[in-house]
């Protein structure tokens, strides 16, 4: 098999400005990569809210060589890009070949007539200049995967494949139809494999047009058993379905095998399981390293995800890397995809007509097959919500979204909780209905039978209905659609409002709503991760109401959640006060959280009284101050389950005892610090526990590592009110590209190797070259012991 598929993400040279610079004076760069992250930050940036005050207009270029022995006759050459924000333009030895607009779309370019034999030289130019921009952070360059394909006339595409299956859960077995779909391929013979995680061959078929494929004592995928098969789909060199030859292309996709239904009356229901979507919403960014995160980084977030307990992510609000989709896949997580935010507004309104047909088909043919995909969104809360110009465009959204994918996939439209009459006036607002509970918008419209009967238009469109920040109105909405499951698109992490009142700080936790009313899918909150952008105002450099921050270290909601979505997993107790001497975060009120924090260390307070939240998933707790025992109701007499109460200050020692069935099963114990900090530690800062002394990484050009550092007392206790400078160095087949300490009110540069502690933690982005060896990561700050990680990449 000579066809080649080569991802190009090293050799690369870089440069910004209006023209490129020649060929070998750029500055090396691998990819991914964002040239916008470690741009200067100022108060006064436009759009700077949006795109964390970074200088964040520009223009990048980005050169490479490639080198071809031999131009193959009947052969065709391809670039394949993930993405690049944004309008993409690519030219190969001086001919443009074309490129793309919208900066999240993946697209493929045939270069075939711009190619010869030597060295080719590719430039591609990432133009981003234009307002407005997001409305969070997005980066620019070339920020995704790039692979170089060589491909013969006669190949497969694997965006023009589509499985079809259906599987009886009860039997464990499976039925497939392969379609592979290429107009290029018509009346061609393809062969398909489906094999085990074992590599052995399940199901077989040969032949022209639709394949066929029973499988017995199939392994269904769901999130908490994600198994998945590989199906080969080869084409022969010969065109007959009955001899065996060499082949002359083939592809690899990742199947899992499941059957997912959405019942207005059940929800979600998998393999015959009504199954809650536990889920949050992400965007791309990974702090520090701005939009430039690669699978390695993904996949550290996914699993601290996944150790809470979330089964879901709502991939907001844009195609994300096929990496993350990749890693849904692999390690279990049911996917919301939405392919744009607005449409005729904000960003995205200057690709929208002529663009959007083409930009919902790249997401949707790229991620069609996927196990993870469950349901497609066709827009996040548009402007002009339920008039007749916005439910004309909705109908044709959703008809090409069914189009391309017939399998069976819902698809809906996140609503925002605000809507207006048909006759309101919207000028000067772009379209977007920009309300806050202080200055509402013209003609908004409060009473709660007339909103259920706006979004009952939208609803009568979409398979689904689709509700963000809407469960004080779940009832009325199920009433009036009760053919359809809710989905909460987006929740927040702590408050419902009232139906008179969409914000009313009503302690009612939005994410136990789908435990009691079944019609309910799930939810996402908002959001998983705290992320660059979307700032409320200077100095805050981006979104800080997320369960965990951009370093890793989880907050309040964090907590809780894993409390409600690992109810029956590993018993824990997670202490926490409520600290109102933190500094304001300047988070938008509603998706803000009461400042619970994990620590005892009030010493400006002698005999105050301090409201705790205890988080866990046992039957009962109790507490214990020193060595005096306080009494604590039962779990789950507290609402939302949430242990809440007061504690009189004492300095010592705070020890929380869980029980089961009576039976202490889990302990956590929390100490003053005894003294200031006097040394650093790396340690997981979720687990709070040090690192091994040593610790195995593979030695693969580009890994990245995001690793961290605690401060400790003279008798080992974390210090949390410790904010020192920490500088890390390091030595061996790695390098430090980043820093970050989580506080986005801070306006310390990431691309140095400095910063200061936050709460106690500060941490590092490591990179490896490639190379084998013994890496020794240290930590500096001033008048503590280094700490020293040894690293082997091997």
């Known amino acids: 098999m000579n066809a080649v598929r080569m991802p190009i993400m090293d050799g690369w040279e870089f440069s910004e400005g209006p023209t490129p610079a020649n060929a070998g004076t750029g500055r090396p760069v691998d990819l991914p990569h964002d040239f916008v992250i470690n741009h200067p930050v100022h108060d006064h940036i436009d759009w700077g809210v949006d795109q964390a005050f970074r200088e964040w207009q520009g223009t990048g270029w980005y050169r490479r060589t490639i080198h071809i022995d031999a131009k193959r006759e009947g052969y065709r050459y391809y670039l394949d890009f993930d993405g690049v924000y944004e309008n993409a333009r690519v030219s190969v030895n001086g001919t443009p070949v074309g490129g793309w607009n919208y900066g999240y779309s993946p697209f493929r370019l045939d270069v075939t007539d711009a190619v010869f ?113 590989t199906l080969t789909l080869a084409l022969p060199e010969k065109n007959d379905a009955s001899s065996s030859c060499d082949m002359l292309d083939g592809i690899d996709l990742c199947i899992g095998l499941r059957d997912i239904r959405f019942d207005a009356e059940q929800g979600m229901i998998v393999n015959g399981r009504r199954t809650i979507f536990r889920g949050v919403c992400l965007h791309q960014d990974a702090g520090c390293v701005g939009s430039a995160s690669t699978k390695e980084l993904m996949r550290n977030r996914l699993e601290q995800l996944k150790d809470m307990g979330c089964n879901g992510l709502r991939l907001a609000h844009h195609a994300h890397p096929r990496q993350m989709l990749d890693l849904a896949d692999e390690m279990g997580f049911y996917v919301y995809a939405e392919p744009f935010d607005k449409w005729e507004s904000g960003h995205y309104r200057r690709f929208f007509k002529d663009g959007w047909r083409a930009d919902l088909a790249a997401m949707i043919r790229r991620d069609r097959n996927r196990p993870s995909i469950v349901m497609w969104g066709v827009g996040n809360e548009v402007e002009n919500q339920a008039k007749r110009s916005m439910l004309a465009i909705l109908r044709d959204l959703v008809a090409e979204a069914h189009r391309l994918d017939d399998t069976g996939r819902p698809v809906g439209c996140a609503m925002s909780p605000h809507f207006q009459t048909e006759t309101a006036d919207t ?76 914000q009313d700080y009503i302690s009612e936790n939005p994410n ?37 921050r951009t370093n890793g270290v989880p907050k309040a909601g964090y907590w809780l959640m894993r409390s409600y979505w690992c109810a029956d997993g590993e018993p824990f107790v997670h202490f926490m006060a409520a600290d109102y001497t933190q500094p304001d975060e300047n988070v938008k009120e509603h998706w803000d959280i009461p400042p619970f924090v994990g620590h005892w260390e009030f010493p400006q307070y002698h005999k105050n009284v301090v409201p705790y939240l205890i988080a866990t998933n046992c039957d009962e707790v109790c507490i214990r101050v020193n060595q005096r025992e306080l009494y604590v109701r039962p779990v789950r007499e507290f609402a939302n ?140 700050a001033p008048g503590m012991h280094t700490a020293t990680q040894t690293i082997i990449a091997g």
């Open 512 to 548: 136990l709503v789908p435990e009691r009313d079944r019609y309910v899918i799930g939810g996402a909150i908002w959001a998983g991760f705290d992320y660059l952008g979307e700032s409320m105002g200077w100095p805050s450099k981006g979104w800080s109401g997320a369960l965990i």
């Open 641 to 780: 389950r949430a242990v809440i109460g007061y504690l009189p200050y004492q300095p010592g020692v705070l020890t929380v005892i869980g029980y089961r069935d009576g039976h202490e099963v889990c302990r956590e114990t929390t100490n003053t610090p005894i003294s200031p900090a006097v040394t650093l530690e790396f340690a997981d800062t979720t687990r709070r526990v040090a690192l091994p002394e040593t610790m195995e990484l593979p030695a693969r050009r580009g890994y990245e590592r995001l690793l961290s550092v605690r401060c400790l007392d003279a008798a080992g206790n974390p210090v949390f009110r410790e904010f020192a400078p920490v500088r890390f160095r390091i030595a061996g087949p790695a390098g430090i590209i980043a820093v970050d300490n989580g506080n986005l009110m801070g306006n310390e540069p990431y691309g140095q190797d400095t910063i200061h502690l936050h709460q106690g933690v500060a941490s590092v982005m490591i990179r490896l070259t490639g190379e084998p060896g013994r890496i020794i990561l240290s930590a500096d």
């Open 117 to 229: 034999e030597g060295d080719n030289d590719i430039l591609v130019c990432a133009d981003n200049n234009e307002a407005p921009t997001d409305r969070w952070y997005s980066g620019s360059g070339i920020y995704r995967t790039v692979t170089w394909m060589e491909l013969p006339e006669r190949h497969l595409d694997e965006r023009d494949v589509i499985v079809r299956q259906h599987v009886d859960w009860t039997a464990r077995s499976a039925d497939l139809t392969v379609d592979v779909g290429t107009d290029t391929l018509r009346g061609e013979t393809v062969v398909a494999t489906l094999r085990d995680s074992d590599g052995e061959t399940v199901a077989e078929a040969r032949g022209q047009g639709r394949l066929r494929m029973h499988v017995d004592d199939a392994r269904l995928w769901s999130a908490e058993n994600p198994y998945l098969y």
């Open 427 to 502: 000028a000067g607002t772009e379209g977007i209905i920009q309300v806050t509970d202080d200055a509402p918008a013209d003609q908004e419209i409060d009473d709660p039978d007339q909103r259920v009967a706006r979004i009952k238009l939208i609803a009568d469109i979409t398979d689904v209905t689709v509700l963000n920040y809407a469960e004080q109105w779940y009832g009325k909405v199920n009433a009036a659609i009760p053919d359809k499951p809710i989905f909460g698109s987006e929740t927040y992490q702590w408050f419902v409002g009232h139906e008179w009142q969409m």
